[in-house]
């Protein structure tokens, strides 16, 4: 084509309302300006509006008197004596408490339920999946209120509990267990219990140092079952079995004694459990599922048992894919404890955010505190979390 | 060796004929088969597939019982649900869902003006049938009804009043003055002073319909909607309806709509900005989403309820269903913005190489050429963030709005139909309720996945 003009068209100066980096500058520019000013406008308002309403400011209520009660509390509270700095830690150990326990349940439901669904056994298999989707596409709240209002609430009242074996009680105001009580020889038990695990895990250290120079196993599993669990034991028994157990007494009205677990607790971990459960289960199903079969049939080639196969080849590489997802719904789990609110258990939220905001409707104060509790606990996991995974991560050339 | 040869053979073992095809043993094809692999295949299995099936049994007995067998049908009040009035155990209590059904539905909304509800709802599914069918024309028109249209005259036909006269009015004398401005300029394309010479000289053959292709039909289509509903307005009057008589699945599926409407478009501009080089965008992207996502949506509700009243002028004090909308959107716009991170994550250098080669700006190439890709791919994605967005509305109970759970809620403690199994009921209406919607959505989003994948399959 001989149209086309062939001398080069020399690149003149482009003018700076062209050039891509002033551009970016003034882009940058204008947007902090209008964050700035809208966050300048909030704050004046704020100000404004809490002299209008005669709301005081600061963390000055940190140290003043509660005035109300919680049933459930982990540390000593009372609605006389605490400020609402105690009512704080009140909250926040509830929540540590409801999430810690709901991630152990829901990781042993969740695992189970998703191997049942890769299970051979096609019974098996349909009913783990007809869990997962039933609780997956019904919204947690709901689960909740199913739980606590249809299950727990309609159970007997105190005066009719039904007794369960073991000196266990079941009524409309919690589960009652026996409390057990502690003698002070019990210590001993309890330091058996820790050098139990610090010997097995040194056994297990020298064990595996020793099979990489001789090739020779040892019976790792049955070593830290006898110092965990046996040692314990026999110390236990030498001391003088320095446990008794406070049996809840039937009363002419309500049980006396016993430890008492509240309905909302068990509500809210059944519910939290089962429903992250239904999540996990389908994280470890594409796990397995995406580790390739040839490395199962590789493994069988080198002479490898189905056991050792599942624990060398298949779940090291499973976890991979397993672990960052797992991790996202753990903090899904411990950010939906705040549903608390909505049954009653005293959390942070329901703690922090409802009562404390109400009596002292220092909104600010209570929702960034709230806020950056779950801010923290979020952002410290996901840090932990890509320190993980650069370990994990496949080393290519 | 040929047939030939084989007939010529003298070894009379050698067959000639092929054997008629033998099915397959017993032991390896057939129901047996499939039962004996699938449910007995080992002691261990034999027992789990027993108790599996004991419990299937005792399970689904009760529940048919409780819901269906024992179930009453009909009545007016609780009487009809007492186990001791009617002398039978009395399971599910149905007619108390059917009495309380448009309760369910509208709430409070005023029965006389409930056909507004109606007509919203209908421009709702048609939206959504618009987007979601594959097949349907016009994709970008329906992104306009769906994301403009739609959420203006639900605005108007919901809230009713002088507010929503008002804007009615002046939607409709923007959508005239368009289409005004649209004529003349189609007949006399020399006005249209920003078009470039060569377009206009094309312009000046085709007929004055096929000029200036693009925003004719967006402009009808406003004039048209505004314009029936400026009729209806006139006709049967738009009283106002104040928000605090909405409630049921009308508010459920308004904070579903308010939330997907805006968490998509902010949602796409927050993903570019994390994606971005400037560093101070990036940067408030980064926090903006980390942030929202890092917190529970509660807090986010307790706090849109409690300090966004703060946040403004006392005389612009947000009204309180609007408060759990800025919430629920902002919420769900983080988490949008990751899903449609990931999509541009997935489109080749190549892509945005080749845009910049063709002279494209940066608008230009995300429009043109990134963003259909990106979003095409995530419809998946979108479509799960949008699920758990639904199940997610339930928490503007706690905050006091009544969307249908809350409704459900409410009706529980009705002396009416205080009975033992009420609740019950209740509840399993709406799980069977959120499970539809939620379960369709999967399943469309499963097909869509499907049908993307297409392209890799073997």
Not at chain 1, 245 to 269: C, D, H, K, M, S
Not at chain 2, 146 to 165: D, H, M, N, Q, R
Not at chain 2, 427 to 444: D, K, T
Request: charged content about 10%; some cysteine.
């Amino acid at each position: 084509m001989s149209s086309i003009p062939t001398e080069t068209v020399s690149p003149g100066k482009a003018s700076l309302f062209y050039d891509p980096k002033i551009r970016g500058y003034v882009y940058q520019i204008v947007l902090l300006l209008v964050v700035g000013f809208l966050i300048w406008s909030a704050a004046s308002n704020v100000i404004e509006n809490l002299r209008a309403q005669k709301i005081a400011s600061g963390f000055g209520f940190w140290h003043n008197a509660a005035g109300f009660d919680v049933n459930q509390k982990l540390i000593p509270f009372s609605a006389s004596g605490s400020t609402y700095g105690q009512a704080f830690f009140v909250g926040l150990l509830n929540t540590l408490l409801v999430a810690a326990l709901g991630i152990v349940l829901a990781t042993i439901i969740g695992f189970s339920v998703g191997v049942a669904r890769l299970s051979s056994n096609w019974i098996i298999a349909k009913l783990a999946m007809i869990y997962v989707e039933v609780i997956r596409n019904i919204p947690l709240l709901l689960q909740l209120f199913f739980w606590y209002n249809a299950v727990l609430k309609p159970l007997p009242d105190a005066r009719n509990s039904i007794s369960l074996p073991g000196g266990i009680y079941l009524n409309n105001r919690g589960i009652i267990f026996p409390n057990p009580q502690f003698a002070p020889a019990f210590e001993w038990v309890v330091i058996a219990f820790l050098i139990g695990i610090a010997g097995s895990i040194a056994f297990y250290i020298w064990a595996r140092g020793q099979q990489a120079k001789t090739g020779k196993q040892y019976p790792n599993g049955w070593v830290a079952f006898g110092l965990v669990i046996g040692m314990p034991l026999i110390v236990f028994l030498l001391a003088g079995q320095p446990l008794s157990f406070e049996y809840p007494q039937q009363g002419r009205f309500n049980l006396t004694g016993g430890l008492q677990i509240f309905p909302e607790f068990v509500a809210l971990l059944v519910g939290l459990s089962t429903y992250t459960a239904g999540f996990i289960a389908e994280v470890v199903r594409a796990g397995i599922l995406a580790v390739s079969k040839g490395q199962t049939e590789a493994a069988n080639a080198l002479g490898l048992r189905s056991g050792p196969t599942l624990k060398l080849v298949v779940v090291p590489q499973a976890m991979r894919v397993i672990i960052p997802p797992l991790t996202s719904q753990y903090l899904n789990l411990v950010k939906n404890s705040s549903l608390a609110v909505a049954i009653g258990y005293p959390d942070l939220t329901q703690v922090f955010m409802g009562t404390v905001l109400n009596q002292t409707g220092q909104a600010v104060e209570m929702v960034s505190i709230t806020m950056g509790v779950y801010l923290t606990i979020s952002l410290v996991t996901s840090f932990a979390m890509n320190i993980y995974n650069k370990r994990m991560a496949l080393v290519e050339r | 060796m040929t047939d030939a040869t084989l007939d010529n053979a003298p070894n009379a073992f050698v067959r000639r004929e092929t054997l008629a095809q033998q099915p397959a043993p017993l032991s390896v094809a057939g129901p047996v088969a499939w039962i004996r692999s699938n449910l007995f295949s080992s002691p261990l299995g034999t027992v789990l597939t027993l108790v599996s099936l004991y419990i299937v049994i005792v399970g689904v007995e009760d529940l048919v019982r409780f819901y269906i067998l024992d179930a009453v049908w009909t009545g007016a009040n609780r009487e009809a649900c007492l186990a001791d009035k009617i002398g039978r155990p009395v399971g599910a209590c149905w007619p108390y869902v059917v009495d309380r059904f448009q309760y369910f539905v509208y709430g409070s909304y005023p029965v006389s003006q409930r056909w507004r509800v109606n007509i919203v709802f209908v421009m709702f599914a048609l939206g959504v049938v618009w987007l979601l069918w594959n097949k349907a024309p016009l994709k970008k028109l329906g992104a306009f009804f769906f994301f403009i249209i739609l959420p203006l005259s639900g605005f108007i036909l919901l809230l009713g009043g002088a507010t929503a006269e008002g804007l009615l009015r002046n939607l409709l004398l923007l959508s005239a003055a368009l289409a005004v401005l649209y004529a003349v300029v189609s007949f006399v394309p020399s006005l249209a002073f920003w078009t470039p010479a060569p377009l206009l000289a094309a312009e000046r053959e085709a007929s004055p319909w096929q000029r200036f292709y693009r925003p004719k039909r967006l402009i009808l289509m406003a004039l048209v909607v505004f314009g029936l509903i400026a009729v209806i307005q006139q006709q049967l009057g738009l009283p106002r309806v104040d928000t605090g008589l909405w409630g049921g699945m009308t508010v459920t599926f308004l904070i579903s709509a308010v939330g997907i409407v805006f968490s998509l478009p902010l949602g796409v501009v927050l993903a570019l900005g994390r994606r971005s080089r400037l560093p101070i965008i990036q940067l408030l992207s980064v926090i903006f989403i980390e942030f929202v996502r890092g917190v529970p949506l509660i807090t986010v509700l307790f706090m849109a309820n409690t300090m966004l009243p703060l946040f403004v002028p006392q005389e612009y004090s947000p009204d309180r269903l609007l408060r759990p909308l800025i919430g629920v959107a902002v919420f769900a716009s983080a988490y949008m913005a990751e899903v449609i991170r990931g999509g541009l994550q997935a489109i080749p250098k190549g892509q945005f190489e080749g845009a910049m080669s063709l002279g494209l700006g940066y608008g230009q190439m995300m429009r043109l050429i990134i963003l259909p890709q990106a979003l095409r791919i995530v419809i998946p994605g979108i479509v799960n963030t949008f699920i758990g967005l639904f199940k997610d509305t339930t928490l503007v109970a706690i905050v006091g709005i009544f969307d249908f759970l809350n409704t459900i809620q409410a009706t529980l403690v009705d002396p009416t139909w205080a009975t033992p199994t009420t609740r019950t009921t209740g509840y399993a209406f709406a799980a069977i309720f959120y499970f539809l919607c939620c379960w369709g959505m999967s399943r469309y989003s499963i097909a869509v996945e499907k049908r993307l994948a297409a392209g890799q399959r073997r």
